[in-house]
């Protein structure tokens, strides 16, 4: 969320970001809201103090009953300005959980992905010297998967992967927590079962009512729980209400835990393959940095994704998302999209975002300025590192063989016991 302050100061900035992030414009009634509950904040400190005074001065009045009856009124004037002075926090609350996080100067304008803007391209797709196979033949002929038999006892959304290819996902997963433990980060196995507050926390929903989430969380009956879609939830909360030292700035998580959510294969999209599920596994990395340190960590966890592309051998792109592509609480984002031969384009396999202050206003999550003293909230970023099983596509695809084997990225292959491919013929 933003300041209120800010939003008193920038109106006009706070208007425009919801104009092109497109959200709901209530900046007018926060400000309307605000003035009332200053008005009535002042006032019931006013009446207040009028009737300590009055309280004070009864024991000795000759009036004693003119005085407990002013008492009286006073206070019922009070409660009422108490009981309106709830009711408006309340709505102001909420409404100040609507207003969206302040875009980058650096963002393209713009109302969909259609506006995204495509800055960085690596590698060259394959031409084949025989017909490629999509993810799913390669799958079938290989015996990676048993979808209808998963399907039959899971339900439908759901995913087995089998034999070398399950061995591959966990060579990936691997790799890639070992190559970011390197780079500095902390590896933590989040929890996947949480609270709803703790993902109301990472500012991914409107407003102040929980059940918003309802329609893309998984909750669990009967408890105060829910399933989390990403580890960034969890690391978000992780230093909630603590004031951190400036020395301890940046702080970098790789969190991995299985993700959960509802909106997999909504529409029909992605209802073949291992692209889109309610379950699937990602490690996530997580920074908390001072303000100012901000684009600095973003250009690093943006080159984490890419280096790691490279280090699976696959062509990619890096795109600047648009206003309108960006989401709620996000100043700035990039994703990182590899080619998928079967469709002849780039799809995201991971999404770099700048988040500002906006989770840790609502975590309270603080640092203390050594020049200064000042205690003042800390920036969050999140990105990808590896999310699975989606990015086993590409590397399926791209890496295939006429005789349908899969050749294994080379800094893969000391996680594959040696192994330079699996399936097919071999």
Known sequence: MLDLKFIRENKDVVKNACKVKKFPDVVDDILTLDVRVRELKTTTQTKTAEKNKISKEIPTSSDKATLIAKSKAISEEIANDMAELAEKEEILNDLLHRVPQIPDASAPIGDDDSANIEIKRVGTPRKFDFTPRSQWELLDMNGWWMPEKIAGICGTRTYCLVGELAELELAVQTYVTQKLIAK?????????????????????????????????????????????????????????????????????????????????????RDTRGLVRFHQFNKVEQYIFCKPEQSDEMHEFLLNN???????????????????????????????VEAWFPSENTYRELGSCSSIGQFQARRTNTRYRENSTNEVKFVATLNNTGIALPRALVPIIENHQNADGSVNIPKKLQPLMGGRTKIGGKH
């Open 305 to 335: 994704l890419c280096e790691i592309m490279e280090d699976l051998e696959l062509p990619y792109r890096v795109i600047a998302n648009s206003t309108g592509d960006m989401g709620f609480n996000k100043v700035k984002m990039n994703d």
């Open 184 to 268: 500095g980060f902390t590896y933590i196995e989040c929890p996947s079962i949480t609270k709803p507050q703790t993902i109301f926390n990472a500012g991914h929903f409107m407003g102040s009512d929980l059940s918003v989430m309802n329609d893309d969380v998984f909750m669990l009956t009967d408890t105060d729980r829910c399933l989390a879609g990403t580890a960034e939830i969890i690391l978000n909360s992780l230093h909630s209400d603590e004031i951190l030292s400036e020395n301890d700035l940046p702080i970098k998580y790789a969190g991995f835990s299985p993700c959960f959510r509802k909106e997999a294969g909504a529409a029909g």
